[in-house]
């Protein structure tokens, strides 16, 4: 089974500090995503990825940028945490030409 | 840009009830994911379908795709209450496999 994780369920950060959320994929997927999860919103999607060192731009990336060292990790970074990025972030994986994305449990975070 | 709907956004049926929940979305596509999400968890991949007339079926629910009317449905058949979840369709418009989410439909399914 493809299991992807998130460094943390929980994480409290106050205004203007560096916030690292980190995501690992077992099952060597070239596509790795970070979404954040807002009521009333949906899903909407931060970055992705298709490989290592390799990064787009999705609907929202402003006040975030994202790090693809290895294949199997790929970390959302929020520079100077603000109050309205309090939400939930989820990271998902997929198969280039397969689509099928999965989901890790995601983390939530809120800013004071 | 791609938009995906879906109706209804709540939804809450008496257990036993069949409905169905509808996914449009406006361009092309062959490709539609359906995922579940019960509250303060992930999503849970439920379909996949991955051509025109696909259609799949896992317990209580049925999910179909015609990509000519660019409609999807997911058909939950005599509802119980571990249905209840927040229902959230996916198209991929095939270009680097980035997903495209509906709103979600939040159904609760009353005893």
């Known amino acids: 089974d493809v299991k992807v994780t998130q460094s943390s369920r929980y994480l409290v950060k106050r205004t203007g500090e560096k916030v690292f959320l980190e995501c690992v994929q077992d099952?060597?997927?070239?596509?790795m995503f970070w979404y954040r999860q807002d009521p009333g919103l949906g899903l909407r999607l931060i970055y992705f990825s298709y490989d290592v060192k390799m990064k787009e731009k999705g609907d929202i990336p402003e006040g975030y940028s994202v790090s693809r060292e290895k294949k199997e990790r790929f970390s959302l970074i929020l520079e100077s945490a603000s109050t309205n990025q309090t939400s939930m972030y989820l990271c998902a994986s997929s198969l280039v030409g397969d689509g099928e994305q999965f989901f890790g449990p995601g983390t939530r975070l809120t800013v004071l | 840009e791609l938009k995906v709907e879906q109706n209804p956004l709540f939804l809450s049926m008496q257990e036993g009830k069949n409905y169905t929940i509808y996914c449009n979305y406006s361009?092309?596509?062959?490709?539609l994911y359906w995922y579940r999400q019960d509250p303060g968890k992930s999503l849970e991949s439920l379909f996949v379908?991955?051509?025109?007339?696909a259609v799949k079926q896992e317990g209580r629910l049925m999910a179909s795709l015609d990509t000519k009317a660019r409609l999807s449905t997911l058909h939950i058949t005599a509802a119980v209450h571990d249905l209840s979840a927040t229902y959230f369709c996916a198209v991929d418009m095939d270009t680097g496999n980035q997903f495209y989410f509906g709103t979600g439909t939040s159904l609760t399914v009353i005893p």
């Open positions: 379908l991955l051509s025109n007339g």
């Open positions: 099952m060597d997927h070239e596509n």
């Open positions: 361009t092309t596509s062959d490709r």
